[in-house]
């Protein structure tokens, strides 16, 4: 009796009763769903690193848009959440080398974006069209713009991002952002789909609604229907080679521009010991010995990780004495260091500080604060947690400062992302928009290990340079610590012996071109993904999207009716029976 309950209460109003013809079935048909949807899950996973399979990337959707053919919009919802939740937990599961609390949460909130998207994949339309073929990467595209500003936004592992290999695909970010990356593999992922099931078509439980849609489209729908093979791949190939070949244009283009050399430090410090009062000496020995050394390339400037400095360097004499010492025995290369700094009423800032000839010229204060790490957001909910006192207590900074190397020939400007400030194509793009001729991403990856973190942040990295056509420097205390050329292309990285590039210990000096070209992007921002969100709305709401799907429905049943009612009055009255009488 409980499984029977059991049943009851939870499969059949998943599986809908009266969608099919028994339980049996039933159950077949959800288990081939769910297995759907987790084979696009893991396709997903394996487009990113590890193993970084980008081009999994072009049709790991298309098992899941199988798993949501003809599914009503609740487990459609339920199904999609389901490939959140095994996406995001293979994606970011080294969140739980931090807090397991923290990862259980992000897991199941990021899952929610999935799930709307197959919720809204499941009414968009009454009949896939030609611009729904569209409609559904806008879709996709909205989802991914909202989560990368809602709750402070968090833009990791975007579609798009898959895809930071493979250089003439992405090179089209710097007029869409990397949202016009993701737009085209969703694209492509349903033109696929589309083909491989030509006769698809949503199932109306009303009749008069397809008689309707049939005598307002009849002509055109036989048309289309005859040549939807060919059509449906050569709508996305187009895209693609239109794409490919701007891509391909902007590779061929040779770098021009002045010179600097830039040097970076990677002391593979571990996290336990960065605090620790004990190493102090020796964070300090093993950050002087690799700078002292990457001095003898006689780089234009020397950059350390965030939070290399084991102090308050503006705070402490002592340390701010040893530090501007350093300064000036590597002279002339400036020295950039990330240093925690603490303002007045001992306000503490996640900064980056620029030293020359030993002393501090420049300071730059973190814009966004990582939530439930550096800071607790919204307090007056949550400060009461266990938690909190686990949580550093930072505040942002306000201005979006720009350094100038004044020394150097060319003189050049530059600013600083700390932490995973380049996951955001919004902040990076205000500073170029500022005068920076490279961006310098500063950051600790320590807390992650050998996991697969360090190189999925290098994915946002490599879209940022791309987007506004500059150089991005990557610092970080243990990988990656690289430089990437403004067409995406990984120049050199820190690496060992092995060519390993995690918790390894090293320095790199690598020659830039300085190319001040800012494109559309850098102009515009994200007016691309801007078009996605109205596009999406205006079809939801006015166009063949669900409301219009529920007025047509309503029109047709209300026509049916009034038709009905007109043949009842004109049917013959039957005259009343005269029986003879008695």
Known sequence: ???????????????????????????REYQKSVLLCLLSAILLILSFPKPNLGFLAWFALVPW????????????????????????????????????????????????????????FSTVNCQLSTVNCFLIPCIWVSLEYIRS??????????????????????????????????????????????ILSPSLRAKRSNPFLRLLRRQKSNHRASRNDSASPIYWALCPLLFVILALTYGYF??????RGQSIKVAVVQGNIPQRMKWDPDAR??????????????????????IWPETSVPGYLEDEPELLK?????????????????????????TLYNSATLLFQGKSIKRYDKLHLVPFGEFIPWPVL???????????????????????????????????????????????RRFVQKGAQILVNMTNDAWF??????????????????ENRVNVVRSANTGVSCFIDPQGKILSRVTDSAGRDVLVEGEKTQELKIVSAPGFYTAFGDIFAWLCLILTGAFLVYGEGWLGCQLLERSSTKTHLEVSSAVIERAPKAHPRQDPEP
């Not at 499984?3 to 049996?24: L, Q, V």
């Not at 010492?325 to 925690?340: C, F, K, W």
């Not at 550093?392 to 700390?418: C, H, M, W």
């Open 1 to 27: 009796m409980a499984k029977r309950t059991w049943f009851r209460r939870i499969i059949r109003p998943i599986c809908e009763p009266g969608s099919f013809t028994s339980n049996n079935l039933c159950m």
């Open 65 to 120: 848009l199988f798993a949501l053919r003809g599914q009503r919009p609740l487990r459609a919802f339920f199904l999609s959440y389901l490939v959140g939740l095994v996406f995001f937990s293979g994606i970011v599961y080294w969140v739980n080398y931090v807090s397991s609390l923290g990862f259980t949460v992000l897991v199941l909130y990021l899952a929610l974006y999935f799930a709307v998207f197959g919720l809204v």
């Open 149 to 194: 500003h809602l709750f402070t936004g968090f833009s990791w592992a975007l579609l798009g991002y898959s895809q930071y290999r493979i250089l003439p695909v992405i090179q089209i970010s710097d007029i869409t952002g990397a949202y016009g990356v993701s737009f085209l593999l969703v694209l492509v992922n349903v033109a696929i789909w589309r």
């Open 250 to 255: 902007k590779l061929s283009q040779p770098a």
């Open 281 to 302: 000496d020796f964070i300090l020995e093993k950050y002087s010995r690799l700078t002292e050394t990457a001095a003898l390339n006689r780089p234009d400037i020397i």
């Open 322 to 346: 040893e530090i501007s010492s350093l300064s000036g025995r590597v002279s002339p290369a400036y020295l950039l260091v990330g240093t925690p700094q603490q303002g007045r009423n001992r």
């Open 382 to 428: 949550f400060s009461r947690f266990s938690f909190a006192g686990l949580v550093g207590n930072f505040s942002r900074g306000e201005d979006y400062t720009v350094f100038s190397l004044s020394q150097t020939k060319p003189k050049i400007k530059f600013s600083a992302l700390i932490c995973f400030e380049d996951v955001f194509g919004y902040l990076a």
């Open 449 to 466: 290990e050998d996991s697969s973190e360090p190189e999925q942040h290098l994915q946002a990295s490599v879209l940022r340079a791309v």
